[in-house]
């Protein structure tokens, strides 16, 4: 390890199953990707590991889920407490493995521990019914029970946030969790396991299976019968594929997927804060979530304005190492991710987009890309139909409301749309027609706990976070008392 911490013990390169820690002969190097470095050598798990986390979480099962939620509430608000104690050292390692500037990283660490906290105490509303019966001599009575067993894959954009917003939901519910973290960001899970060890959760409650085999492992968590719900986050093609598995033990499922995020700006928006908004929302993880800014669509009376401050702004951004305090953009997570936004830019350019920013990776770099604007974008080039993630925004100009809000629906996407306006009536027009899960208006910071994250179409289905998240993990159950 080459990574100093003020707690060292954070940094643990083995899976956590049953409440051990599991090494292996095989390593997984973990690489900062910054500058390349192996930050660590991970136990290289596997499909045997993924089983006998499994097996451990449905032994777990039975005492956990009998526990009250009050009970469940004390052990979880230690979690949740313990992760803001040692916020700077996770925050150290997620900008490590993830590249994202620290400040981002100590942002999510604050929004990923919120969410045991938010499930903690809202497992203690998991309230039932009763139901006024058809005949007299029967009582509806509807009770709400933990599904069972988890499983759960995540990506590497969000290496704590996205595993804490089913964990907390999943374990407050009485569920039991086995979750298999993206390749490239396992230490910030295995960190987060340590503190789940610290706060008292029973061995076998949360298991962390860190691996390369995604396919092997991914197929025990979509198909082994112990498992009673599969989550996921993370692109629509493995979402799709992991779906189909799903379907062979009939699983509850949730799936967050991708999206192609438009950004609207009307010829009655503040600009000013528009620009802002749109700043904020494109180049947060550079580029690299699913809800960032994927298009800006800008109505033509105001066009000329508003790309002027934006590309003022987006040209004082700073990119560099995550880890170095003025770092606005760092690193993409890797080679592969930036020749990805290079394609998507240069097949843009190819058939008449501009570059009026950057357009190009970092002089003497892997893994940067310029902060990007273009123009001259029309809403069929690749840069408009596909997820960019990375920090290049395309700038696209539109006639009329109606127009507008066709454009920004075609797509096979449906998780999170923007838009600045100060018309009532627009408002409320726009608001209701854009097909999405989530809609920012006059507002780009839409991710909380108490709001329901989610998509719609082709990024997925369920919601986390709020008080609809924890529906995902319970199942309803319906009691007929007769003979009365
Ligand atoms: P990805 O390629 O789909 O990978 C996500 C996770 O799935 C990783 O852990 C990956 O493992 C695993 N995986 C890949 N192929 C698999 C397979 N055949 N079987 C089982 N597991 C498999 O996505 P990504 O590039 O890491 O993440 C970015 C995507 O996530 C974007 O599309 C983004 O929009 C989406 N996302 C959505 C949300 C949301 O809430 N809607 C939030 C964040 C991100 P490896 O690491 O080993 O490849």
């Known amino acids: 390890m080459t990574i100093e911490l003020k707690d060292n013990q954070l940094l643990k390169p083995f899976s956590y199953i049953n409440g051990s820690w599991h090494s292996s002969e095989a390593q997984l190097a973990v690489t900062n990707p910054a500058n390349g470095k192996v930050i660590a050598n991970v136990a290289n798990a596997g499909v045997i ?43 150290q390692i997620l900008t490590l493995e993830q590249g994202k500037p620290l400040a ?113 492992m991914g197929k025990v968590l979509t198909q082994h019968p112990d498992i009673a719900k599969f989550t996921f986050t993370g692109s629509t093609n493995v ?76 040209s004082k951004l700073n990119v560099g190492d995550g880890i170095s305090p003025d770092t606005d953009i760092g690193p993409l997570i890797n080679s592969d991710a930036v020749s990805d936004v290079e394609t998507l830019v240069n097949d843009s350019v190819s058939v008449g987009a501009k570059v009026v920013l950057g357009g190009e990776r970092a002089p003497d770099s892997n893994n940067f890309y ?41 797509t096979e996407y449906g998780l999170a749309a923007y838009f600045y306006s100060r018309d009532i009536g627009r408002i409320w027009r726009v608001g209701e027609s854009l097909e999405y899960g989530m809609v920012g208006i006059n507002d780009s910071a839409i991710s909380n706990v108490s709001a329901p994250f989610g998509g719609v179409k082709q990024s997925g289905f369920g919601r986390e976070g709020s008080k609809y998240g924890l529906d995902e993990y319970m199942e309803i159950k319906y009691l007929c008392m007769g003979g009365l």
Request: hydrophobic share 45%.
């Open 239 to 314: 979402g799709k594929a992991l779906i189909n598995q799903c379907s062979s033990t009939v699983k509850k499922v949730s799936m967050e997927l991708g999206g192609n995020a438009p950004f609207i700006v009307f010829d009655d928006a503040d600009i000013d804060a528009a620009v802002a908004g749109a700043v904020a929302s494109k180049y947060r993880n550079a580029g690299q979530t699913c809800i960032c800014t994927n298009r800006i669509l800008v109505q033509k009376e105001v066009a000329e304005t508003f790309t002027s401050k934006f590309v003022e702004a987006v």
């Open 104 to 216: 981002e990283a100590k942002g999510e660490i604050l929004y990923g521990a919120a969410f045991i906290e938010w499930f903690a105490e809202e497992a203690k509303r998991a309230y039932g019914d009763t139901i006024p019966s058809p005949s007299t001599d029967k009582r509806i009575v509807v009770l709400k029970q933990p599904v069972g067993v988890v499983g759960a894959i995540t990506p590497w954009n969000f290496p704590n946030a996205m595993i804490t917003r089913k964990a907390g939901a999943a374990l407050a519910a009485g569920c039991t969790f086995v979750v298999r973290p993206a390749t490239q960001t396992p230490l910030s899970a295995l960190a987060v396991a340590e503190l789940a060890e610290r706060a008292g959760i029973p061995a076998g409650v949360f298991n962390v299976v860190v691996g390369s085999d995604s396919r092997g």
């Open 49 to 91: 590991e993924t089983e006998l986390a499994v097996r451990s979480a449905k032994k777990a099962l039975k005492h956990w889920a009998s526990q009250s939620a009050a009970q469940r509430s004390v052990i979880l608000k230690k979690w949740h407490q313990l992760m803001l104690d040692h916020q700077d050292d996770l925050a």
């Open 370 to 410: 310029l902060p990007t604007v273009l123009t001259n974008v029309t809403n069929d080039m690749p840069i408009a139909r596909n997820e960019i993630f990375g920090p290049v925004s395309p700038i696209i100009t539109f006639d009329s409301e109606d127009e507008a809000i066709e454009m920004a629906n075609d």
